[in-house]
């Protein structure tokens, strides 16, 4: 009688496994992957006000990671977080944001996001000109909301991704990338 038992139940997860690892894939898209893109702090605007000249812009290269969950046949909500790190005006950035958008009938996903952003400025850097250490005693991380724009194109197990993001209407960064999904 045991041995039927295990062998039902054996059975059991057998035939259910397929609808349950499929049920699970519809439940949430999972991915990883890296990034690289222009960040242009917007400075340069204000540092002209006062006849300085600065370099505010950085290339950033990193890591993103989120889920998406679908919300309908072909709308989807998700939360994303990045890490990058910078050259030039940036040292780095990291931030969290949330994503809602749909998916075109090829699997291409396009969205809006929006979240919080905190930016590590290399003072020196963007100043082009050596402080001396003074600018270890100055706190030169700022963050403020982000919103921005993006979409993520099917490439095989992954997607070819483009994001255009703003923090708080100063600046604008551009990034693309590549996801993994599992």
Do not use: C
Request: net charge negative; no cysteine; proline share 2%.
């Amino acid at each position: 009688m045991k041995k039927l038992a295990l062998m039902t139940a054996a059975a059991a997860v057998a035939i259910a496994a397929p609808s349950v690892a499929s049920a699970q894939e519809a439940t949430s898209e999972a991915y990883v992957g890296l990034s690289a893109g222009l960040h242009d702090l917007g400075a340069d605007d204000v540092a002209e006000d006062f006849g300085i000249e600065v370099d505010d812009s950085a290339v950033i290269f990193g890591v993103v990671g989120g889920v998406d969950f679908p919300m309908g046949s072909t709308t989807f909500a998700g939360v994303e977080g990045n890490f990058h790190l910078g050259t030039g005006a940036v040292d780095s950035e990291y931030g969290a944001s949330a994503r809602f958008g749909f998916r075109s009938e090829g699997g291409a996903k396009y969205y809006v996001r929006g979240g919080y952003q905190w930016v590590d400025i290399d003072v020196e850097e963007l100043l082009d000109m050596d402080l001396g250490g003074l600018e270890d005693d100055v706190d030169d991380t700022g963050g403020d909301y982000l919103v921005g724009i993006g979409a993520d194109f099917p490439v095989g197990q992954g997607a070819f991704r483009v994001n255009v993001d703003t923090i708080s209407f100063d600046t604008l960064r551009g990034t693309a990338g590549f996801v993994f999904n599992f």
